[in-house]
């Protein structure tokens, strides 16, 4: 949990890369909201399922990152290119 | 330490992007205690630009990779054979590194992540202060350890000006009179005398004045 980490400022510090991170992801023009942060303890198996399932359709919903599309771009021109070939 | 920032991304893409190999160079002593322009630092950003290169269809490689220092020839040793290799470097140095591997790699183009900012400490981690200009003709003997030169906005040397007012600079309220830092620690020191005292003229000689400036040891 926050303040609670075996690391002892491990998380505090991971909250404030993830920060940078969300910035960094930003900047090249991938929604910073693919990233997230939750603290939680060992003990809370339950919880952390929840969080997955949540975070899986938070993703679902929000659909391939802009990347995906322009590597999927890329693949398209290259097959047409070897087929005109 | 010298202290610089990185460029901001944009900047950095449109200088890139023309090339189709690029090496991402880090340096990791003074800008890698900044947090920007390490060997990480360099990895990140490298990374970073193979992104904006996919997503706008820029056919271009990108490595990254880095050395303790860019300003001295011995510790591009472990980096011949990636920088032999290399179309273009993005150096992630202060302007000093810029131009020592421009002048070593003669026809590679080497082009600036950073801007470099300014010669200063780290008051706490991510927070970084001026306190030099390397003037060449040190004064801190006699301001009781405070420089006029980089502190004083005016660089005064018979402070403070009529612009002090509670120990702040009339430039900025977040700017300390460094006159008033002077004459505190004078005092705190007991020597609070020293500050009637008339110092020669300034040697401004030293300075930028003449141009760039060298110097060398014999016996080397």
């Given at each position: 949990?926050?303040?609670q980490c075996?690391f002892?400022?491990?998380?505090?510090?991971?909250?404030?890369?993830?920060?940078?991170?969300?910035?960094?992801l930003n900047?090249?023009?991938v929604?910073?909201?693919?990233?997230?942060?939750?603290h939680?303890?060992?003990?809370q198996?339950?919880r952390?399922?929840e969080?997955?399932?949540?975070?899986?359709?938070?993703i679902?919903?929000l659909g391939?990152?802009?990347?995906?599309?322009?590597?999927?771009?890329?693949?398209?021109s290259?097959?047409?290119?070897?087929?005109?070939? | 330490?010298?202290?610089?920032?990185?460029k901001?991304f944009d900047?950095?893409?449109e200088?890139?992007k023309?090339?189709k190999?690029?090496?991402?160079?880090?340096?990791?002593?003074?800008?890698?205690?900044?947090?920007?322009?390490?060997?990480k630092?360099?990895?990140?950003?490298?990374?970073l630009l193979?992104?904006r290169?996919?997503?706008e269809?820029?056919d271009?490689?990108?490595?990254?990779?880095?050395?303790e220092?860019q300003?001295?020839?011995?510790?591009?040793?472990s980096?011949k054979?990636?920088?032999?290799?290399?179309e273009?470097?993005?150096s992630l140095?202060?302007?000093?590194?810029?131009q020592?591997m421009a002048?070593?790699?003669?026809?590679?183009?080497?082009?600036?992540a950073?801007?470099t900012t300014?010669?200063?400490d780290?008051?706490?981690d991510?927070?970084?202060?001026e306190k030099?200009q390397?003037c060449?003709?040190c004064?801190l003997g006699?301001?009781?350890?405070?420089c006029?030169?980089?502190?004083?906005?005016?660089r005064l040397?018979?402070?403070p000006?009529?612009?002090s007012?509670?120990g702040?600079?009339?430039?900025?309220?977040?700017i300390?009179c460094?006159w008033q830092?002077?004459?505190?620690?004078?005092?705190?020191?007991?020597?609070l005398?020293?500050?009637?005292?008339?110092?020669?003229?300034?040697d401004?000689s030293?300075?930028r004045?003449?141009g760039p400036?060298?110097?060398?040891l014999?016996?080397?």
């Amino acid at each position: 949990m926050e303040g609670q980490c075996h690391f002892l400022e491990g998380n505090t510090n991971a909250v404030k890369r993830i920060k940078k991170v969300k910035e960094l992801l930003n900047m090249v023009g991938v929604d910073p909201e693919r990233l997230e942060f939750f603290h939680l303890s060992a003990a809370q198996g339950p919880r952390w399922a929840e969080i997955c399932t949540e975070f899986t359709e938070k993703i679902n919903a929000l659909g391939p990152s802009p990347i995906w599309f322009a590597l999927q771009k890329k693949l398209e021109s290259t097959e047409n290119n070897k087929q005109a070939a | 330490m010298i202290v610089g920032e990185q460029k901001p991304f944009d900047e950095v893409w449109e200088m890139v992007k023309s090339h189709k190999q690029l090496t991402v160079f880090g340096c990791n002593t003074c800008v890698a205690v900044c947090h920007q322009g390490g060997n990480k630092e360099a990895e990140i950003l490298a990374s970073l630009l193979k992104m904006r290169a996919t997503q706008e269809g820029v056919d271009i490689e990108i490595v990254d990779g880095g050395i303790e220092r860019q300003c001295e020839h011995p510790f591009f040793d472990s980096a011949k054979e990636l920088l032999k290799d290399s179309e273009a470097v993005l150096s992630l140095a202060c302007g000093i590194g810029v131009q020592f591997m421009a002048q070593k790699y003669k026809e590679t183009p080497i082009y600036p992540a950073l801007n470099t900012t300014f010669l200063g400490d780290v008051q706490e981690d991510g927070y970084f202060t001026e306190k030099c200009q390397a003037c060449g003709d040190c004064v801190l003997g006699v301001t009781g350890g405070v420089c006029p030169v980089t502190r004083c906005c005016k660089r005064l040397f018979n402070g403070p000006c009529g612009g002090s007012s509670d120990g702040k600079c009339e430039i900025s309220k977040d700017i300390d009179c460094a006159w008033q830092l002077v004459i505190d620690r004078l005092k705190a020191m007991g020597k609070l005398d020293d500050y009637e005292k008339l110092t020669p003229i300034k040697d401004w000689s030293k300075d930028r004045a003449g141009g760039p400036r060298s110097f060398k040891l014999e016996g080397f």
